[in-house]
C-alpha cells in the first residue's frame, strides 16, 4: 500500500493542538488564528492559506507571555 493517495499539494495547517482563545485578542494560543479562520481553514483556497500563515509570526506578540499568567497566579500563595 502506497501513501502516496493522502499527499496534498496544500500547505499545511498551522495547528498547534493548543486549542485555546485567548480572550483579549481572539486568538487561538497556538496558531494564532482567528475562530473565523480556523473554522474556515479547510474550505479557504491556497492563496488565502498563504496569506493567513504570512501574517500569523506577527500576531504572536500580541498574546506571547501570556500563556501560563493565569497558571503563575494561582501557584502563588
Keep these: 500500500m502506497t501513501d502516496e493517495i493522502w499527499k496534498r499539494d496544500e500547505i499545511d495547517s498551522p495547528c498547534q493542538n493548543i486549542c485555546?482563545?485567548?480572550?483579549?485578542?481572539?486568538?487561538?494560543?497556538?496558531?494564532?488564528?482567528?475562530?473565523?479562520?480556523i473554522t474556515d481553514w479547510s474550505k479557504l483556497g491556497q492563496q488565502s492559506r498563504d496569506q493567513i500563515m504570512a501574517v500569523l509570526p506577527e500576531r504572536a506578540p500580541l498574546i506571547r507571555g501570556r500563556r501560563t499568567r493565569g497558571a503563575n497566579r494561582r501557584r502563588q500563595p
Design 20 to 37: 485555546v482563545m485567548h480572550p483579549q485578542s481572539g486568538l487561538c494560543i497556538g496558531c494564532y488564528r482567528t475562530l473565523a479562520e
